[in-house]
């Protein structure tokens, strides 16, 4: 695709759901990263894949948090049982290996009631 | 927890002024850059400047590095409507991770 894109743009989750974020990154791109970012805040560092390999998970944080990049491509960032401090948007964000920019998606707004 | 402190918090000015806004930071860095946001959209990288650089300029765009003070500045020139955004600088400590500032808002005023 033309860039990175990440589904559903938007989502209103009652506390306690289980939700689901995807994140599709640029063809050909081997590194996919995940960032939360609360209101008047910059992004925050989640985890990063190389390929299917989560190589850093140290921005989780809790364990309600997981991130997987089965086929390499494809990433979904699930949070279970949500609470409202998980209310935030949530980037994704890819590189081809051995660059330095970082291309952003749209996010996704995550509003837990 | 977040490296970098851009400065000042929020800046309003006139169609055709120059912007300057700063980024203060903790560590040693590979790189800097400075991404910009606007309303609801996701980020978009403006420029990277390496360590060992001083100033590099992209288009309207200068960005200034001191590595002994760790900081940095970006200056928009001849700014327009158009720039009204968010600015966040975002340093790089090894090969991918980037810790952001919570970043300038902007507004350029027609």
């Known amino acids: 695709g033309a860039g990175v894109s990440q589904s559903p743009r938007y989502k209103v989750a009652k506390r306690g759901q289980d939700v689901a974020l995807r994140c599709d990154p640029i063809s050909g791109h081997v590194s996919l990263f995940w960032y939360q970012q609360a209101l008047g805040q910059g992004p925050e560092f989640l985890t990063y894949f190389q390929n299917e390999a989560q190589l850093d998970k140290s921005g989780l944080p809790s364990d309600r948090f997981f991130a997987e990049r089965p086929e390499g491509s494809v990433s979904t960032l699930k949070i279970q049982r949500t609470q409202q401090e998980d209310s935030a948007v949530y980037l994704c964000?890819?590189?081809?290996?051995?660059?330095?920019?970082?291309?952003f998606g749209p996010g996704t707004r995550l509003l837990v009631l | 927890s977040q490296q970098g402190e851009e400065d000042p918090q929020a800046l309003s000015i006139q169609e055709g002024e120059n912007a300057t806004m700063n980024c203060s930071y903790k560590?040693?860095?590979?790189?800097l850059q400075w991404y910009r946001q606007n309303s609801g959209r996701g980020l978009v990288h403006l420029i990277l400047?390496?360590?060992?650089?001083r100033e590099k300029h992209s288009g309207r765009l200068r960005v200034t590095l001191d590595t002994s003070k760790k900081s940095s500045s970006l200056l928009i020139t001849a700014s327009r409507a158009a720039d009204t955004a968010s600015y966040f600088c975002a340093t790089a400590t090894n090969d991918y991770k980037l810790s952001f500032g919570a970043g300038t808002t902007v507004t350029v005023r027609a």
């Open positions: 964000a890819s590189l081809v290996s051995a660059q330095e920019t970082q291309y």
């Open positions: 560590t040693s860095i590979n790189n």
């Open positions: 400047i390496r360590s060992n650089e």
